[in-house]
């Protein structure tokens, strides 16, 4: 069986509605599955939901409803804003499906029988807002840091995995590995933690304090501590302990945000390495939205809802200004006022022009006919190197999930294109008879472009991409165009062909009075 490329999400925490956060990871994923469904690989995109803990517990309880009844409503949150955001997943888990829960009980036994748990009584500092364990290793200036919230001291029995024995193993395997976890900063990070000594993992919670989880298989009186429960989703979804799970694992891809990468990087990969189950190949570890320099948080108030976004601007913008602004390494700051800017100056201006006026002017000067060449310039060999050389960068950014340096490459293309309408000046060519040959090749050259950047922008913007395959007509075939750019990026069209009726791509904005 063909393996086929695995990309995940991290499963969203349901206490409450989504906001741009989880919009902007699960766009970045559905763009690389996308990406490879073009290049013809067979692809299986997973995202989905963790239901299980203390807060969905609590939040539940606050708003009087069960907790199931409280993750069906909120899990329908979820899937309206993936379908407003046109995200193409292959499957979308919930931690409350039977499906999952009984591949988090087969993976606990085989931990179990490995020799990898063990129970003990243990005291302690513990977070409830983390749900989890913190020692005092973690306390800066005497006190645990803000994101722990409330923590009290706890003494109960549980269950522990001995993630500790595994510590050196997995510092040697990412120093072995330096492109496993991206970018670099974030493998130091972790690289840093794998330095001082590794607790073992308290892998359960008692009954009596949380009932909300999935049963310990071997101890009924327990439940799986909720990360345990959620990174398990990345191989129950895909079927571990069948003959299907080798034809998809291991994942090309976990794509998280860096607030969870230590139970990605260190829980995940000494469990994996316990059981016998194959490392995940990348991980990558993308920065947070800030909002006026600081955190987005709902205490702060501060949080984007992607909703607002889309109705005013369109889920194609949203999914642009996600990619071309989102950094790996570093906190990006959300502001209208940037937002603005990328929609106005690189969709309406540079793109929306491109298209426009390009395709206007097949219909004016050739009746919607696409041309063939004719009498050729220096300029029109520029325009085929500017795409060449595009492409190359545009799949080596594209494998490595570096999606603003992937645009960047797009809009080179399109700014040297609107170039060359200036410098070749179609109107003027239409007034000479003579130089009708000539205005066939500026024309067929620009209907190549817009082609060739119609299916660039593909994966980013698919609404806008198949608005201009639908304007292109029966001149373009967008399924082939991609596989043609080669060594003539600009020779995918067909001669003859009738293109469709141009319109508008992006009326211009401006802000909205306060």
């Not at 989880?22 to 766009?27: E, G, I, K, P, R």
């Not at 310990?216 to 129950?236: C, G, K, M």
């Not at 316990?274 to 709902?298: D, N, V, Y």
């Not at 469709?500 to 904005?509: D, E, W």
Request: hydrophobic share 40%.
């Amino acid at each position: 069986m063909d393996k086929t490329f695995y990309i995940t999400t991290p499963i969203y925490y349901v206490n409450d509605k989504p906001h741009i956060g989880h919009a902007s990871t699960t766009v970045w994923a559905d763009v690389q599955a996308r990406y490879q469904r073009m290049t013809g690989r067979k692809t299986f995109f997973l995202t989905g939901l963790d239901e299980h803990g203390l807060k969905i517990q609590q939040a539940a309880e606050k708003r009087g409803l069960t907790p199931q009844a409280h993750c069906d409503e909120m899990a329908a949150h979820f899937q309206n804003l993936w379908k407003e955001l046109q995200i193409s997943n292959d499957d979308f888990v919930r931690t409350t499906q039977d499906r999952h829960k009984k591949i988090v009980g087969d993976f606990l036994n085989v931990l179990q029988a490995k020799g990898a748990i063990y129970k003990k009584k243990y005291s302690g500092w513990y977070s409830k807002s983390a749900e989890q364990f913190v020692t005092e290793k973690e306390m800066v200036d005497g006190k645990f840091p803000a994101h722990l919230g409330e923590v009290i001291e706890l003494e109960e029995e549980n269950y522990f995995f001995k993630m500790s024995e595994h510590q050196a193993w997995l510092l040697k395997y990412i120093q072995d590995h330096p492109d496993w976890i991206q970018p670099a900063n974030r493998r130091n990070e972790v690289i840093g933690w794998l330095q001082r000594p590794l607790d073992d993992l308290c892998i359960s919670r008692p009954k009596a304090r949380l009932a909300w989880g999935i049963p310990i298989p071997f101890d009924p009186e327990y439940v799986t501590y909720v990360w345990v429960d959620a990174l398990v989703n990345y191989i129950s979804v895909v079927g571990y302990g069948t003959d299907r799970f080798s034809a998809f694992w291991p994942a090309e891809f976990h794509l998280i945000a860096k607030d969870i990468l230590m139970t990605h990087a260190v829980y995940w990969p000494t469990m994996l390495h316990a059981t016998g189950i194959e490392m995940p190949q990348r991980m990558l570890a993308h920065g947070w939205w800030l909002f006026g320099r600081e955190k987005m948080s709902k205490s702060l108030g501060n949080v984007v809802d992607p909703r607002d976004y889309i109705a005013r601007f369109g889920a194609d913008a949203v999914r642009y200004f996600i990619c071309r602004e989102l950094q790996l390494s570093t906190d990006t700051d959300f502001t209208e006022e940037r937002f603005l800017q990328r929609f106005n100056a690189d969709l309406a201006n540079d793109l929306g022009n491109l298209a426009n006026r390009s395709l206007s002017m097949i219909q004016r000067y050739r009746e919607g006919v696409v041309p063939k060449f004719g009498d050729k310039a220096p300029s029109d060999d520029e325009m085929v190197e500017t795409a060449r050389t595009t492409l190359a960068d545009y799949h080596r950014h594209m494998q490595a999930i570096a999606y603003g340096p992937a645009l960047e490459s797009i809009w080179k293309l399109i700014s040297r294109a609107n170039r060359y309408v200036d410098e070749n000046a179609p109107w003027k060519l239409a007034k000479d008879p003579t130089l009708s040959a000539r205005l066939d090749s500026v024309l067929r050259v620009l209907a190549e472009t817009t082609a060739c950047v119609v299916s660039l922008i593909s994966p980013f913007m698919p609404s806008i991409a198949k608005n201009l395959e639908e304007q292109l007509g029966e001149a373009c075939l967008p399924a082939e165009i991609f596989t043609k750019m080669g060594d003539a990026p600009l020779h995918a069209l067909r001669d003859g062909a009738k293109i469709g009726k141009p319109s508008p791509l992006f009326p211009r904005q401006t802000a909205e009075k306060k």
